[in-house]
T-cell receptor
């Protein structure tokens, strides 16, 4: 049972435009959400996170939006840059636990 | 560089064999996590240790075991290997356990191929 889903396996965006990556979850007990970025031959790198009590968190070019009623979160990257090309994983954490529940990832390609 | 090291980088072995994957956490981190990433799958949580003690268990097979040593490094032991165990195995570490904003830092992974 996939509790965290990323339904788009890939996304292609032109440099300078907005990239929107989506994530859906099924467990309403998730307490905290994170986005990780992964380059080939490297481990995932933490990008940005959001607590379940917030609906938006911004860090530079990256903004995460959380819609609890829809059990949906999204990552916006503005403006997109070629260096953003990577696989992006959405992850969730339940209350009083540390284990990350990951989605299957979305491969983002930013082209010039 | 996350500060988490994993060895070996690649491992090729045969079915039925046993292997040990090693992880050294970031300096000062007490929690170590193991994740498995199979082909086209997200990362699946296997097990967590905190300061030498098992803290949480995920979908870890009985053929797999782990431990965290007094110097805080961790080993993941995989035995009676099957073809389906071929995957990337990631180790992550964090300072604390059970608190919000407990960011996990991932190592580069060990790619295991079972032939």
């Amino acid at each position: 049972d996939q509790q965290v889903k990323q339904n788009s396996p890939s996304l292609s965006v032109q440099e300078g435009r907005i990239s929107i990556l989506n994530c859906d979850y099924t467990n309403s007990m998730f307490d905290y959400f994170l986005w990780y970025k992964k380059y080939p031959a490297e481990g995932p790198t933490f990008l940005i996170s959001i607590s379940s009590i917030k609906d938006k968190n911004e860090d530079g070019r990256f903004t995460v939006f959380l819609n609890k009623s829809a059990k949906h979160l999204s990552l916006h990257i503005v403006p997109s840059q070629p260096g953003d090309s990577a696989v992006y994983f959405c992850a969730a954490v339940g209350y009083n636990t540390d284990k990350l529940i990951f989605g299957t990832g979305t491969r983002l390609q930013v082209f010039p | 560089d996350s500060g988490v090291t994993q060895t070996p980088k690649h491992l090729i072995t045969a079915t039925g064999q046993r292997v040990t994957l090693r992880c050294s956490p970031r300096s000062g981190d007490l929690s170590v996590y193991w994740y498995q990433q199979s082909l086209d799958q997200g990362l699946q949580f296997l097990i967590q240790y905190y300061n030498g003690e098992e803290r949480a268990k995920g979908n870890i097979l009985e053929r797999f075991s782990a431990q965290q040593f007094p110097d805080l490094h961790s080993e993941l032991n995989l035995s009676s290997l099957e073809l389906g165990d071929s995957a990337l195995y990631f180790c992550a570490s964090s300072v604390l356990s059970g608190s919000l904003y407990n960011e996990q830092f991932f190592g580069p992974g060990t790619r295991l191929t079972v032939l």
